[in-house]
């Protein structure tokens, strides 16, 4: 039994009787049997009462009593897939203070700086974040994620290119899959051409036509470390831009994109404090060089002063927005998720640039220990090791009993990625799993180690806790 209280309905705030025959007559209707007749299909029509067609209604508390009931039947696996998804750990500091606090999660676009300031601040600060670890001079303000920001970038570099309309887009063979597709379905109505190549063949004998981007992996789906310099120089001398697609907590250890000669980077923030969430959302980024800032999409905060002379954030560059250049924009209003880039940018704080290299190196060492225990066909890794084995829907039988998920990649390989999650008797699980024993770990070259600084500003150095 529901009570009258306890209903839906009681607690709605629509529209009365009234106003739903105020609304029926300026339509020209005499009531709502006769508007629904007319305005629904009467192939999809139910032409009973609802209450013969459902079962009685329940209660809020009825109703989530029932979702947990069918939630519990899940089951909760370690996810080893990598491509872009890792676990991590969300500090409870920011998990209750930003995640869970309206005044972050409510919050629309900073449109008005004079009430705005902590918000603006902290996008700023995400933005620091992203220019220092990709190398790159100018960052906005979050994207959707890395597929969409790959695809934004591929446009970008489109609007910015002197080429003809014939110039294609290259991508990597060993970019994210989800990437690939997303980029693939972007170009299809902007008339693009995408083609699949090998960097290193590239790098090597050339392109025969025109291209005006590519866009790389680094490292890639397979866990490879790359060097992409002699690619970046060979795509510049053909007038193209390199976009390379990141990974945040790799760029702690390996050279920044903007060191090798990317004119953008793109990737996605999750793994900087941001749960994988079922998929998403999560807060995507993408950085440029010098020189293109015009074209960039998304929103961009810039610090000034205010009347007082003291430092004051606010948006930048709103003429390329929207609301302002309508279908000329190259932004729009809506290419961002503020709360979860805030929430990584509050990480970085929290860890401090020493804290994240310290989590990135754990990481690498479970990669390298495993690719050397398997006899991976891996050169160099950071997260991810693609290992050989001789039945892989077996690996992945024993490893789904185990409670882990394992990347699938053919019927003699399984990927798998470690992250900030992964623990040693995870780590002792796997071998088990693979039925190998432990190996020691390597260095990482030094030809792909980074020996610039990052997060220097005092706000990444000062509180972690």
């Known amino acids: 039994m529901v009570y009258e209280i306890e209903k839906f309905a009681t607690r709605h705030i629509g529209p009365t009787s009234a106003d739903e025959m105020q609304m029926l007559k300026v339509l020209g209707y005499k009531d709502l049997i006769s508007f629904i007749q007319d305005v629904v299909p009467a192939n999809i029509r139910i032409a009973t009462e609802l209450s013969q067609v459902l079962s009685a209604p329940k209660s809020e508390v009825e109703v989530i009593a029932e979702l947990r009931s069918i939630a519990s039947e899940n089951r ?83 609007r910015s290119s002197k080429l003809s309309d014939d110039a294609v887009f290259l991508i990597e ?103 994988m969430g079922f998929g998403g959302p999560h807060a995507g980024f993408l950085a440029v060089r010098s020189g293109l800032e015009r074209s960039m999409p998304g929103r961009l905060v810039g610090q000034s002063i205010d009347a007082t002379g003291a430092p004051a954030f606010r948006l930048a560059l709103q003429t390329r927005e929207q609301h302002i250049r309508r279908d000329k924009a190259t932004s729009n209003i809506c290419t961002a998720q503020a709360l979860l880039a805030n929430m990584s940018a509050f990480y970085a704080m929290w860890h401090g640039p020493e804290g994240l290299k310290g989590i990135a190196t754990r990481v690498h060492g479970f990669a390298s220990r495993l690719q050397n225990a398997s006899g991976s066909k891996n050169d160099n890794v950071f997260d991810t090791v693609t290992v050989p084995v001789k039945d892989a829907k077996a690996i992945h039988a024993a490893a789904i009993k185990s409670g882990f998920n394992f990347a699938h990649v053919s019927e003699s390989e399984v990927r798998i990625s470690f992250d900030e999650e992964t623990a040693e008797s995870d780590f002792s699980a796997v071998l088990s799993i693979l039925g190998i024993s432990d190996a020691k770990s390597r260095e990482i070259p030094s030809e792909f180690l980074r020996t610039s600084a990052f997060l220097t500003h005092p706000v990444f150095n000062t509180n972690h806790s």
């Open 76 to 158: 909760v696996f370690r996810s080893l897939i990598g491509t872009g998804y890792y676990g991590t750990i969300v500090p409870p500091v920011i998990k209750r203070n930003v995640l869970e606090n309206p005044a972050w999660y409510t919050a629309y676009t900073p449109y008005q700086p004079e009430i705005s300031q902590g918000r603006l601040e902290a996008l700023f600060a995400f933005q620091t974040m992203i220019c220092e670890l990709t190398g790159l001079s100018i960052s906005n303000a979050s994207m959707l994620d890395e597929s969409t920001a790959a695809a934004e970038a591929m446009t970008l570099a489109r």
């Open 173 to 275: 063979e060993h970019v994210h899959p989800q990437t690939k597709a997303v980029v693939i379905t972007r170009a299809k109505p902007l008339g693009i051409t995408v083609v699949e190549i090998d960097s290193g063949h590239i790098a090597r004998d050339g392109y025969d036509g025109e291209f005006f981007g590519a866009l790389l992996q680094y490292p890639d789906t397979t866990g490879e470390i790359i060097d992409y310099s002699k690619f970046a120089t060979y795509a510049h001398e053909r007038g193209a831009l390199v976009i390379a697609a990141t990974d945040l907590l790799a760029l702690t250890l390996l050279k920044a994109p903007g060191e090798w000669g990317a004119d953008v980077a793109v990737g996605t923030s999750q793994r900087f404090g941001v749960p």
